[in-house]
């Protein structure tokens, strides 16, 4: 293979990661908007022992909602996917650790989401993105 074809084959293959950990987040980001409403994901917050659990559920629900469909859509999504992953992060080290590895209470996921998050914001969204400026190109030969 040539350095092209690698390198559209990259950008392809990151289309399914952008498109499961976009509405993923942004899933859990709409759950936590219009089901729990900010009070109560502050008050889940509060109960897991997140310092200053009212702007971490607003920021949450941001980085998660519209982060979210900015990776799905792939619009700007290298910053929101950054965020994300330091989300992650802070998910897996204060709240997820101590309980091992394995899901529901365990980082399973959260690791998961982290992974898929820096990939995108490491590696960008790929040719088959909304971004504005690209057009999805076949691979050259």
């Given at each position: 293979?040539?350095?092209?074809?690698?390198?559209?084959?990259?950008?392809?293959?990151?289309?399914p990661?952008?498109?499961?950990?976009?509405?993923?987040?942004?899933?859990?980001?709409?759950?936590?908007?219009f089901?729990?409403?900010?009070?109560?994901?502050?008050?889940a917050?509060?109960?897991?022992?997140?310092p200053?659990?009212?702007?971490?559920?607003?920021?949450?629900?941001v980085v998660?909602?519209?982060?979210g469909?900015?990776?799905?859509?792939g619009?700007?999504?290298?910053?929101?996917a950054?965020?994300?992953s330091?989300?992650?992060?802070?998910?897996?080290?204060?709240?997820?650790?101590?309980?091992g590895?394995?899901?529901?209470?365990?980082?399973?996921?959260?690791?998961?989401?982290?992974?898929?998050?820096l990939?995108?914001?490491?590696?960008g969204?790929?040719?088959?993105?909304?971004?504005p400026?690209?057009?999805?190109?076949?691979p050259e030969?």
């Amino acid at each position: 293979m040539n350095g092209s074809l690698d390198r559209a084959s990259v950008g392809w293959g990151i289309l399914p990661i952008r498109l499961v950990i976009g509405l993923v987040f942004a899933m859990h980001g709409g759950q936590k908007l219009f089901v729990y409403g900010a009070a109560g994901t502050a008050m889940a917050m509060t109960h897991m022992g997140i310092p200053f659990p009212a702007i971490a559920a607003g920021v949450a629900i941001v980085v998660e909602f519209i982060g979210g469909l900015a990776v799905f859509f792939g619009v700007w999504a290298r910053w929101p996917a950054f965020l994300l992953s330091i989300e992650m992060l802070i998910v897996i080290l204060f709240v997820k650790l101590h309980a091992g590895f394995f899901s529901p209470r365990g980082i399973e996921l959260e690791l998961t989401l982290l992974a898929g998050a820096l990939t995108i914001a490491l590696l960008g969204t790929g040719p088959a993105s909304l971004a504005p400026g690209r057009r999805a190109r076949p691979p050259e030969p």
